[in-house]
C-alpha cells in the first residue's frame, strides 16, 4: 500500500496479493490480451510462484516438469540460489553504466574471453536486456569495423535472430516481417547451401554472415556435416566477419561451451543472451577478436558510437560471473553432452514405436527437437488448412504434455511442426524418467489423427 501514490496504484506487496483472475483483468486491460487469450486457448497459459531447478509450482500447489527452461534461458535451473546469492553481493553498488572502473563487467569479460573458442574472442560488449538487442550491437560492430565499406549482412533462411529492427532483416522468415519494410540491406541464404554462400560473399559487399551453429526457432537444424567450416574459409576468403548466434546454443547448452566449437571454428564474434545469466538477470551482448573490435570501437571518435544506459551494470554481470562459475563448478557441460545423449536415445525408442507420428529425433546436448509428419485427414479437417495443420500438430502434442501431464515443453516458432526440450542443465533423472514416459503417452494420444 502506497500513501503517496494516486487512487488504483498497486505495490509490489499488493501485486503478490493479486489473484488469478485480478492479474487476467488488468492483462487484458493494459497488456497484449490477445497473446494471453491464445495462450489460454493452448492450454499453455500458467502462472509459476515457485521454481526448483528443474521443477515448478503454480499457484494451485501443482508441480509440473521443466522440459523448456524459460526458452533455454534457465539453463541453470529455476531459482537458482547460489546466483542469487552472488548477487546479492553486489546490491549495495550503484546499478548503472558508471564512466570508469567496473570490476563486476571488467570479470565477466576476463571469463569469457577464458571461455572463448581457442581464448581468441578477447572483448566484451553487454548491452542489451535480450537477444535481438545484443545482434543490433554486432551488427554495428561489423558495420562499424568494415567503416561503412560493405552495406550488406547475411543470414541463413528459417534463422532467428530476434524482432528488433535490425535483427528482424536477418531472422530468416517472412511472417515476422509484415508492415516492417524497408529493413536494413540483408541476404537471407538457403539453409546449408555453400554454392549460395559463395555467390553472395563474391560480391564483397557482404559485411557479415550471422549463423546459428544449431538453428533453434527454425526447428533444432543441425547444418550438414562440414558446412561451418567451410563457412569459415569462405568468410576468411572474401573477407566478411563471421557472427554465430549462440543465444539458443551457447553456455554449455549442447554439450560445449559454445556449439561452434563441435565443428572446431573460431568466428569473429559470439552473441550471448538467454543462458548467460541462468535467467536471472536480462544479460546480452557479444564477445569478438581484438582485430574486429579495435577496427570498430578501437578509438576515441568511435568508442561511444554504441553504448546503452544498463551495459556493464554490476547487478547483471555478477548474475553472469555467478552463472558461469555455476555450470564449471557442478560440471554441467558434460552433463549436458551425457543427458543430452540418454534423452535422444529414449526419443528415438518413442520414434520407433510410433513411426508414423514421428519423422526425426535429432539435436546436440540438451538442445533436443522432434519432428512430427503432418498429421492425417482429422486434424486438418479439424482445423481447417495444411499450413494451420502444421502449426497445430506441434502445439496439440504440447498441449497435451502440458495440460495432462504437466510436463513444460514449446514448439520451435519459425517451424512449428518441431517440439523441443531445453531443460535446465541440471535436469534430474527423475524428471527426465517422468517426461519420456508422458511423451510416449501424448505420441499414443494423436496416433489415431496419422
Ligand atoms: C538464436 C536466437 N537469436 C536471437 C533471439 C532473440 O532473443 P530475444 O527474444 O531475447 O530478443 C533468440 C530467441 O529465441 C534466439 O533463439
Keep these: 500500500m502506497s500513501n503517496n501514490a494516486p487512487a488504483g496504484f498497486i505495490s509490489v506487496d499488493d501485486a503478490l496479493k493479486l489473484d488469478k ?11 497484449n490480451g490477445v ?3 491464445l495462450a489460454e486457448m493452448l492450454g499453455a497459459a500458467r502462472m509459476y510462484v515457485r521454481g526448483d531447478n528443474d ?17 533455454g534461458a534457465m539453463g541453470m ?15 549495495h553498488i550503484p546499478n548503472f553504466y558508471p564512466l570508469g572502473y567496473h570490476h563486476m563487467a571488467s570479470s565477466l569479460a576476463n571469463n569469457l574471453a577464458i571461455t572463448s573458442p581457442e581464448g581468441k574472442l578477447t572483448r566484451m560488449w553487454t548491452g542489451g536486456g535480450g537477444g535481438a538487442e545484443a545482434n543490433e550491437g554486432a551488427i554495428k560492430l561489423c558495420k562499424m569495423a568494415a567503416h561503412g565499406h560493405r552495406s ?6 528459417g534463422a532467428y535472430h ?22 536494413m540491406p540483408a541476404a537471407n541464404l538457403p539453409f ?21 551453429p544449431i538453428q533453434g526457432e527454425g526447428g533444432i537444424k543441425l547444418h550438414p556435416e562440414g558446412y561451418l567450416k567451410a563457412v569459415r574459409e569462405l568468410c576468411t576468403k572474401y573477407g566478411t566477419y563471421l557472427v554465430c548466434d549462440e543465444i539458443q546454443t551457447g553456455v554449455g547448452r549442447t554439450g560445449k561451451m559454445w556449439a561452434c566449437e563441435h565443428d572446431g571454428v573460431v568466428p569473429d564474434v559470439i552473441v550471448f543472451a538467454k543462458g548467460i545469466s541462468g535467467g536471472f538477470m536480462p544479460l546480452a551482448g557479444y564477445i569478438c577478436t581484438e582485430e ?22 554490476p547487478l547483471t554481470c555478477a548474475a553472469g560471473i555467478a552463472s558461469l562459475q555455476y555450470i564449471y563448478d557442478n560440471d554441467l557441460i558434460a552433463q549436458s553432452a551425457i543427458k543430452g545423449e540418454q534423452i535422444k536415445g529414449r526419443l528415438q525408442e518413442i520414434a520407433d514405436k510410433y513411426p508414423k507420428v514421428i519423422k526425426e529425433v535429432r539435436g546436440r546436448g540438451l538442445m533436443i527437437g522432434i519432428e512430427f509428419h503432418l498429421a492425417g485427414k482429422t486434424l486438418k479437417e479439424m482445423v481447417g488448412n495444411r499450413a494451420a495443420a502444421q502449426e497445430a500438430i506441434g502445439a496439440r502434442i504440447a498441449s497435451i504434455l502440458m495440460n495432462t501431464y504437466n510436463v513444460q515443453v514449446m514448439f520451435t516458432i519459425n517451424n512449428p511442426i518441431v517440439i523441443r526440450m531445453l531443460p535446465p542443465l541440471a535436469v534430474t533423472q527423475e524428471t527426465i524418467d517422468y517426461a519420456m514416459k508422458a511423451f510416449d503417452s501424448a505420441c499414443a494420444e494423436v496416433a489415431g489423427d496419422f
Design 55 to 71: 521443477k515448478l509450482w503454480d499457484e494451485e500447489g501443482n508441480l509440473h516438469y521443466d522440459m523448456i527452461a524459460g526458452v
Design 192 to 212: 546449408g547451401d555453400l554454392v549460395a554462400l559463395e555467390d553472395c560473399l563474391k560480391t564483397r559487399d557482404v559485411c557479415a554472415f550471422f549463423i546459428e
Design 77 to 91: 535451473g529455476n531459482s537458482n540460489m547460489f546466483i542469487w546469492e552472488q548477487m546479492e553481493k553486489v546490491k
Design 292 to 313: 574486429i573490435w579495435n577496427a570498430a570501437y578501437g578509438d576515441p571518435e568511435t568508442c561511444f558510437h554504441h553504448t546503452v544506459t544498463f551495459g556493464e551494470s
Design 35 to 37: 497473446k494471453l487469450e
Design 152 to 157: 550488406r549482412i547475411a543470414s541463413v533462411m
Design 21 to 31: 483472475a485480478q492479474i487476467r483483468e488488468l492483462q487484458m486491460k493494459h497488456q
Design 162 to 183: 530476434g524482432k528488433t529492427a535490425g535483427s528482424l532483416a536477418l531472422t530468416g522468415s517472412e511472417k515476422w516481417k509484415k508492415y516492417q519494410f524497408p529493413l
